[in-house]
């Protein structure tokens, strides 16, 4: 049986999420991997695994035939200065892509803005109010463009606030590393990182050219709320709150300009993919029961 080749721009934990999926499921696997970092060999799950360097600056000339060979390439690595530097080393470099069954372009549901906490689904205007968000939907537009171009498959997730065993609001609570803002209807949507790489799996044979997804769990909430059942769970008082005038950090600040709650119906009938944490309180049970 041939090996399935995968590329990932990027190994952060959504392609290393995706990747111990296709382990677990016992697919034989030729992989690689970019980091920015010159080009070495890595040790993951038990695989050996080259990455190559790949920068705005430099890039290994190796990763050329790589490439045009892959299966599957994931994309993670997010815009640089307003551009999306794999799209443009693809139009520059790259002439065909042989076997390639899917690009998947992982964005952010930062390219809505603020719909003042009402709902979006993939239809809706996107007009971001961040510099995430605009630097995001216009590495969208470079990739649809990019894909009608070269006729490469390409799918889009946009996905929400990601949170996993090593990165929750649990681990920040306990090391007292949260500041709630007090924003009147303030919502968000999240994703465990596990319910991505399930989907990711599961669009390995289910795939539509030129599509995107809204990749979010059922149940947006505000940060109070999601930061008031973590501290019950670990049986710490509330975290107190503050107001955003108060707030120092630009980043903080960019994150409560958005208010909305986003839609994941088109995903769950598209993929018929049954979240592993639906809402915040399965993941949250589950982090705080394995690893607390």
């Known amino acids: 049986m041939s090996k399935t080749k995968v590329f990932c721009f990027g190994f952060g934990q ?28 890595i040790e993951f799950n038990n695989i050996k695994i080259n990455s190559y360097q790949f920068t705005e600056d430099k890039c290994d000339d190796s990763i050329k035939k790589k490439i045009e060979e892959a299966d599957y390439i994931l ?22 892509i042989i076997n390639c069954k899917w690009i998947t372009y992982l964005s952010a549901t930062s390219v809505y803005g603020d719909h003042k906490g009402g709902w979006v689904n993939e239809d809706s205007v996107t007009q971001p109010t961040t510099d995430n968000g605009m630097s995001r939907l216009e590495a969208e537009k470079t990739w649809k463009s990019l894909s009608n171009k070269k006729n490469y498959p390409l799918q889009i997730f946009r996905l929400a606030g990601i949170y996993s065993n090593e990165f929750n609001i649990l681990k920040r609570l306990k090391s007292d590393k949260v500041q709630i ?7 968000f949507s999240r994703i465990h990182v596990e319910d991505i790489a399930n989907i990711l799996f599961k669009s390995l044979d289910n795939f539509k050219n030129n599509e995107i997804y809204n990749i979010c769990d059922d149940k947006p909430a505000s940060q109070i709320e999601v930061a008031a059942y973590g501290a019950k769970l670990l049986k710490l008082e509330k975290p107190n709150s503050v107001k955003l005038e108060e707030v120092e950090s630009q980043m903080l600040r960019n994150f409560y300009k958005d208010s909305k709650k986003v839609d994941n119906k ?6 018929n993919h049954k979240l592993k944490y639906p809402t915040y309180v399965e993941g949250l049970n589950y982090i705080f029961n394995n690893t607390f």
């Open 266 to 271: 088109k995903m769950k009938e598209f993929f």
């Open 14 to 41: 959504v392609a290393e999420s995706f990747i111990n999926k296709l382990i677990n499921e016992k697919k034989d696997l030729d992989l690689s991997v970019t980091s920015r970092q010159e080009t070495h060999q």
């Open 181 to 187: 803002v007090d924003k009147k209807n303030h919502f």
């Open 75 to 96: 994309v993670s690595i997010p815009p640089i200065d307003g551009q999306d530097i794999v799209a443009n080393y693809l139009n520059a470099n790259i002439k065909k």
